[in-house]
């Protein structure tokens, strides 16, 4: 082997080994990415069961930061949810309300973590959580929440029995 092959070969070793590390970061941060994925969201396919009377129960684990986070549909598009009993209806975004093209019914004034804010009626054709769906759930649209997190509020949560142990909270139709 003369040394302008030694060179090349040297070359061709050094680029296969930063390939490697390259592909191996990505591989790292992929998976990572879904570990932690999951922390922020251990529902994203809400487990589904039927009781012994036949009733429909969804089985939501809480997420590291203490929340009730699932994955779920409003009038059949994909949302997450976080589930907030101190929220009076199920609220969503401007944006959402845009991309789903809900009516914006009477203009309110709701009282916010943030204080009070502008926001409008609306009603959901449809809302479910794993096997449960309900039908003509009252919402609020306001301008204040950004992204595709909806606050599952009590017009969806009055209507099912909500009975939590330790981590795990077990929502069922009534």
Same mark, same amino acid.
């Given at each position: 082997?003369?040394? #302008?092959? %030694?060179?090349?070969? /040297?070359?061709? !070793?050094? =680029?296969?080994?930063?390939i490697s590390w390259v592909l191996l970061l990505a591989?790292?941060?992929? *998976? $990572? &990415? !879904?570990?932690? #994925?999951?922390? &922020?969201?251990?529902?994203?396919?809400? #487990?589904?069961?039927?009781?012994?009377?036949?009733?429909?129960?969804?089985?939501?684990?809480?997420? /590291?930061?203490?929340?009730?986070?699932? &994955? @779920? /549909?409003?009038? !059949?598009?994909?949302?997450? $949810?976080?589930?907030?009993? @101190?929220?009076?209806?199920?609220?969503?975004?401007? #944006?959402?309300?845009e991309k789903l093209e809900l009516p914006r019914g009477?203009?309110?004034?709701?009282?916010?973590? &943030?204080?009070?804010?502008?926001? =409008?009626?609306? /009603?959901?054709?449809?809302?479910? *959580?794993?096997?449960?769906?309900?039908?003509?759930?009252?919402?609020?649209?306001?301008?204040?929440?950004s992204g595709n997190e909806v606050l599952l509020g009590? %017009? $969806?949560?009055?209507?099912?029995? *909500?009975?939590?142990? !330790?981590?795990?909270?077990?929502?069922?139709? *009534?």
């Open positions: 082997m003369n040394r #302008e092959q %030694s060179v090349d070969a /040297r070359g061709v !070793g050094r =680029w296969m080994m930063i591989l790292l941060s992929y *998976l $990572f &990415n !879904g570990v932690l #994925e999951h922390q &922020n969201n251990p529902n994203s396919s809400p #487990e589904t069961s039927t009781n012994a009377s036949g009733t429909a129960e969804v089985i939501l684990v809480r997420n /590291r930061a203490g929340h009730y986070v699932a &994955n @779920g /549909r409003i009038n !059949g598009h994909e949302v997450l $949810f976080l589930l907030d009993t @101190g929220a009076t209806d199920v609220a969503l975004s401007l #944006e959402l309300a009477a203009q309110m004034i709701s009282q916010t973590a &943030n204080g009070a804010v502008i926001s =409008w009626q609306t /009603r959901l054709s449809e809302v479910s *959580l794993g096997d449960i769906a309900l039908s003509n759930v009252s919402a609020s649209v306001l301008p204040s929440i009590m %017009s $969806f949560l009055k209507r099912l029995e *909500l009975i939590q142990r !330790g981590d795990q909270l077990t929502l069922r139709k *009534l």
